[in-house]
């Protein structure tokens, strides 16, 4: 039990940690910083420590396939959270995802059905949100029940994770590693922030990290057998880190456009009486 809530408590505090950058950062770099395995990374440490090789690799699979669905839930809400408030954003953006989710289930699971699918999907939904990626907006400074809610949010996930992965196939236990905790976190503290434009751009601009990640499970489903899970493990967050790593400088070299066009990119982490 007390293994449990170790594990609970650790992955909340990296999960946190990483959300408060992403607040201080700007809406780029910020949706870089959030899209790093900071929740599915230490859920998938955690049951690596209790399954082995075959079940991760099944694991990792159902996780990708997973991500397809939370691409369009990402798209749905950019383009709602543009008029609608956050109840509705959110709340229409789930119904989405649920749909899809189910009837995902019941679709081709082997990975040549998942990558023709994502190959399809991901494009779009990075075209689609492309023109909602910058907006104009600031923050107040952090509250300690914007903390505690995401905190607890992450520490709950990675707990089912755990209890579920005892009992549970890997199918199942994919799914609910690919709940989107963090968008979901993201999404109602900054539009409650920094309004709906501003909110989804952070969210718009996380899609193509959230690709790198999607294809980093990819990576751990064909090695984890050959190479064995730890070093299939390594290998998926060292290429989820070099893909943010390479876009990050992609936008590092485009900064001088996104300067000429400063009145369009919003400091988060800025202090609402600055403005």
Not at 28 to 54: C, E, I, K, M, N
Not at 87 to 102: D, F, K, P, R, T
Not at 184 to 190: A, D, G, N, P, Y
Request: hydrophobic share 60%.
């Amino acid at each position: 039990m007390l293994a449990l809530v170790f594990k609970m408590g650790l992955s909340a505090l990296i999960a946190v940690s990483v959300t408060v950058l992403a607040e201080k950062a700007g809406p780029v770099v910020g949706a870089l910083l959030a899209t790093l395995p900071v929740t599915s990374g230490p859920a998938f440490f955690f049951l690596a420590q209790d399954h082995d090789a075959a079940f991760i690799s099944q694991t990792a699979l159902s996780t990708f396939a997973q991500n397809i669905p939370t691409a369009i839930f990402a798209t749905s809400y950019v383009l709602l959270a543009q008029r609608l408030p956050t109840i509705l954003s959110v709340g229409g953006a789930m119904c989405v995802w649920l749909v899809y989710l189910a009837l995902s289930l019941w679709g081709d699971s082997g990975l040549p059905a998942a990558l023709m699918l994502g190959a399809c999907v991901f494009p779009l939904c990075i075209v689609l949100v492309r023109p909602y990626r910058h907006a104009a907006a600031s923050a107040p400074g952090q509250h300690i029940s914007d903390l505690i809610v995401r905190g607890v949010a992450v520490a709950l996930l990675v707990g089912a994770i755990e209890v579920l992965g005892l009992v549970a196939n890997p199918l199942w236990t994919g799914v609910l590693a690919a709940t989107p905790v963090l968008y979901l976190s993201l999404m109602i503290i900054l539009q409650r922030r920094l309004g709906g434009p501003a909110a989804a751009a952070v969210i718009a601009n996380s899609l193509t990290g959230f690709l790198g990640i999607s294809l980093a499970f990819v990576s751990v489903y064909l090695l984890a057998i050959p190479l064995g899970k730890w070093a299939a493990l390594a290998f998926g967050l060292t290429f989820s880190a070099c893909w943010n790593t390479g876009l990050f400088l992609l936008h590092w070299r485009s900064a001088p456009i996104l300067q000429a066009n400063s009145n369009f990119v919003f400091p988060i982490g800025a202090n609402r009486s600055s403005s």
